[in-house]
């Protein structure tokens, strides 16, 4: 167990998997959230807050209760249940302790329960079986370490994809293709850049 | 006679309302709502038409179920309830597949436990199902989700024509027979880049920017009829009022 499996686990996550472009998961708000750069850099970050939280959580819950007991069918179940609780968990703290924080995040909190990017990514964690390749603790740390790249990914293209969004706001383009069927054309060259990006690691 | 004509008029609106997923509120096309299965399984027809059978299913049950279940819900946990119902039919189906369809089961892979945030089908329940009876939640359900499998099965056959040249059968669903259709007749397309990650979002956005060519068309020639009307009714009423000024002068 070493550094570079926690690195290769953030770049493979981050880049060459890409979570938006690669994966397909968040593209709502990849798409809903994107207009301007100050709304996709709050929604990234409220991604990455709770999608780290998250992972941690299910993993512990799926190793040691749900496996334990023998119940791994209702993963599904327990994960959603656990991601909706954690949401208005996390939204509650933030509240109670940084104003400032609630007041950039708070919108887009409501919204990530829904985000099939959180649950994805828990359920590729568990898809991935990290506990039997690196041992259960280890596993944790690969785990979190991975969904950290994922968010960071998400951040990466959110941040980017709003930038151009902003560009081609006052672009003259043909009316039928103002607004999203342009911005999916965009999305389609930028995940053809990323998959230059296999192999790396 | 009235009762008569009260019953054809609800049957009128029950067929409109099983069929307005397919054009006027076509979750993908109009909604945008379900991207992320729309853009990841449908690489092929055969899984997406698996996807859309997921969801039909899917959406048909919980939609009955929220009904049923819609007066003893409190307000204030209705959507985890709800998120909780939809994950129950996720696990069944789940289930499901991965015993009898296990190549399609393979090939969706988290996509299918993915189905409980989806948001079509939350929003189903939060917009029809929540309110209104159970046979017409039904109807709203299954025909709002065959629009989201037409929608799908669009972009499926686009994508797996002009990426790979052909179309298979028999490869993902459960059939007797398989092979491929056209094998070798759209070589001349064969465009592999629509096959993978980046296909799926170009076919979604040229598709949208057809939809939505005709779609103005549409309104502007509507726009201008409703503009001919207005005239029409202008040049009416001053012909009117020539004539009343003429009678009145003629008296």
């Not at chain 1, 740390?141 to 998400?154: D, H, R």
């Not at chain 2, 189905?115 to 939640?137: H, P, Q, W, Y």
């Not at chain 2, 398989?178 to 956005?205: Q, S």
């Amino acid at each position: 167990m070493s550094v570079a499996v926690f690195f290769t686990a953030i770049i493979s996550s981050m880049l060459i998997n890409n979570i938006v472009l690669l994966r397909f998961l968040g593209v709502c708000p990849f798409l809903g959230v994107s207009r301007r750069t100050e709304s996709a850099l709050g929604m990234s970050l409220a991604v990455m807050f709770v999608m780290v939280i998250a992972s941690f959580v299910t993993y512990l819950l799926y190793y040691f209760v749900l496996a334990e007991l023998g119940i791994t069918f209702i993963s599904t179940i327990a994960f959603i249940l656990i991601i909706a609780s954690l949401v208005q968990l996390v939204e509650m703290f933030i509240k109670r302790f940084s104003k400032k924080l609630y007041k950039s995040l708070g919108i887009y909190l409501p919204l990530i329960t829904t985000n099939c990017a959180i649950l994805g990514i828990v359920e590729l964690n568990i898809a991935a079986n990290y506990a039997t390749d690196f041992g259960l603790w280890s596993g944790l740390g690969v785990a979190v370490t991975s969904a950290f790249g994922a968010a960071l990914g998400f951040a990466l293209v959110m941040i980017a994809f709003s930038a151009i969004r902003e560009r081609l706001d006052g672009y003259p383009l043909p009316e039928s293709w103002k607004g999203v069927p342009v911005s999916l054309v965009v999305a389609s060259i930028m995940a053809l850049a990323f998959l230059g990006l296999g192999g790396i690691v | 006679m009235s009762a008569a004509i009260k019953q054809k008029k609800q049957e009128m609106s029950r067929l409109a309302n099983l069929t307005k997923g397919f054009v006027k509120e076509n979750p993908i096309f109009v909604s945008l709502l379900g991207m992320c299965p729309a853009l990841a399984v449908t690489s092929t027809l055969e899984t997406s038409i698996g996807m859309g059978l997921l969801v039909v299913f899917v959406l048909t049950l919980s939609n009955i179920v929220v009904s049923l279940v819609k007066n003893f819900i409190p307000a204030e946990i209705k959507i985890p309830s709800y998120i909780v119902i939809i994950a129950t039919f996720v696990t069944i189906v789940r289930l499901l597949t991965e015993a009898f369809a296990p190549a399609l089961f393979e090939s969706l892979g988290i996509f299918i436990p993915l189905i409980v945030v989806n948001c079509l089908i939350l929003g189903r329940a939060e917009a029809f199902a929540s309110k209104n009876n159970v046979l017409d939640s039904t109807i709203d359900g299954f025909g709002m989700a065959l629009g989201f499998m037409a929608a799908l099965m669009l972009i499926g056959l686009t994508r797996e024509v002009f990426g790979s040249g052909g179309i298979g059968y028999g490869i993902y669903l459960p059939l007797p027979i398989e092979g491929v259709i056209f094998a070798n007749e759209f070589y001349i397309f064969n465009m592999g880049v629509l096959a993978g990650p980046a296909g799926g979002f170009m076919v979604i956005g040229v598709w949208l920017a057809i939809f939505n060519h005709f779609r103005l068309k549409k309104e502007a020639k509507k726009e201008a009829e409703r503009l001919a009307m207005i005239e029409e009714k202008k040049r009416l009423a001053a012909e009117r009022k020539k004539q009343k000024a003429l009678e009145s002068a003629g008296a």
